[in-house]
């Protein structure tokens, strides 16, 4: 890749949010094809082949004869870069800004592809080189990704068991009023509960803080991850 990050994102601003894409659905899933491009990114099948297209010019991906879409190592670099802008920008604004919780993934996804790389190093050295962001999903380099990335889900719990909320996905991220109800209810990483009840479609968790009960809906809780005791 000849060009840096920034020029090349100044220059096809798509790529920026399809690569990322792409590394975050091959990390959580390890398949992507277009299809579920599609679904993740929302929008049309056509600018999907149209975005994956422009990424295989720039020899950032290819797909093999399935449709799956391989990152190849340059588009790794990226999506890797980008991530991490992300989630500095994000810990930046919760953390030191104390910006809504909720709101700082849409308002990175904003700046991640405008800052300078002086910016980001700088940004690194002054948060102390965090390992995940707020929502905690982990950095690339984190080297506990491997078991941050395989807790299992909160929808897949016990009644009776004790959980640890480790991160809500990135794709939980992105469903609209999902952050803010864990923001509300306080489910957030770090924060145990034991499982009180699991139905269908509700799970009930108390607060090992505060004995607070929270009846939460499973389809929110099929994107938050826990480590189990
Ligand atoms: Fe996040």
Redesign the pocket.
């Known amino acids: 890749m000849s060009l840096t990050v920034n020029e090349l994102t100044k220059k096809y601003p798509a790529v920026s949010e399809y690569i990322t894409q792409i590394y975050l659905i091959l990390r959580d899933y390890s398949y992507c094809n277009n299809r579920r491009l599609s679904d993740h990114i929302g929008v049309s099948a056509s600018a999907v082949s149209q975005a994956v297209l422009r990424l295989k010019k720039l020899n950032l991906v290819e797909q093999d004869k399935y449709g799956m879409i391989i990152l190849l190592s340059e588009g790794v670099t990226l999506a890797e870069e980008l991530l991490k802008r992300h989630?500095l920008l994000?810990y930046l604004m919760v953390k030191n800004l104390n910006f809504p919780w909720e709101l700082a993934?849409s308002e990175a996804e904003h700046l991640q592809d405008k800052v300078s790389p002086e910016f980001i190093n700088h940004l690194d050295t002054y948060l102390e080189f965090p390992k995940t962001?707020?929502?905690g999903?982990p950095f690339p380099d984190n080297p506990n990704a491997g078991k941050i990335l395989n807790a299992p889900r909160l929808s897949e719990s016990k009644p009776g068991g004790t959980v640890e909320i480790v991160r809500i996905t990135e794709e939980g991220?992105r469903i609209p009023g999902l952050l803010h109800s864990c923001f509300e209810i306080g489910v957030m990483p770090g924060m145990m509960y034991d499982v009180s009840k699991v139905l269908e479609d509700t799970i009930t968790l108390v607060s090992k803080n505060t004995g607070k009960k929270e009846t939460f809906s499973q389809a929110f809780a099929e994107h938050i991850c826990v480590f189990t005791q």
Request: proline share 12%; with cysteine; charged share 40%.
């Open positions: 989630y994000e993934d962001c707020p929502h999903n991220e």
